[in-house]
């Protein structure tokens, strides 16, 4: 079994910085591509960010230029930076990693996500 925990959200200003973290932990051989989400109310899901396991990282256009998406593949970490944050970013966001495990089953988890509300 393998499981996701996020960390990092909260009540946060317009502007400045803000880190989400997501750590694995369980029976991982291997993790591959990992992501984050997110979802605000009344609002279709997202895809933000992904970084595949030779640090390749794609944004969606809405956060471009304003994310991170970085990885630290000895701690099975993967980290979002947000910059100029805006009131739009306001959702849940979840990180999901594409894992090997060490049982030899290659699955996808999802994190139970975090509440990022951007308000001044």
């Known amino acids: 079994q393998v499981q996701l925990v996020e960390s990092g959200g909260g009540l946060v200003q317009p502007g400045g910085s803000l880190r989400l973290s997501c750590a694995a932990s369980?029976?991982?051989?291997?993790?591959?591509?990992m992501s984050w989400y997110r979802q605000a109310p009344g609002k279709q899901g997202e895809l933000v960010a992904t970084?595949?396991?030779?640090?390749?990282?794609r944004y969606a256009d809405s956060v471009k230029g304003r994310f991170t998406i970085s990885r630290d593949n000895a701690k099975n970490a993967v980290y979002l930076q947000l910059n100029s944050r805006k009131p739009e970013d306001t959702a849940v966001y979840y990180c999901?990693?594409?894992?090997?495990?060490?049982?030899?089953?290659?699955?996808?988890?999802w994190g139970q996500g975090t509440q990022v509300t951007v308000s001044s």
């Open positions: 369980g029976s991982i051989s291997s993790i591959n591509g």
């Open positions: 999901n990693a594409d894992v090997s495990s060490s049982v030899g089953f290659r699955l996808r988890y």
């Open positions: 970084i595949t396991s030779v640090d390749n990282t």
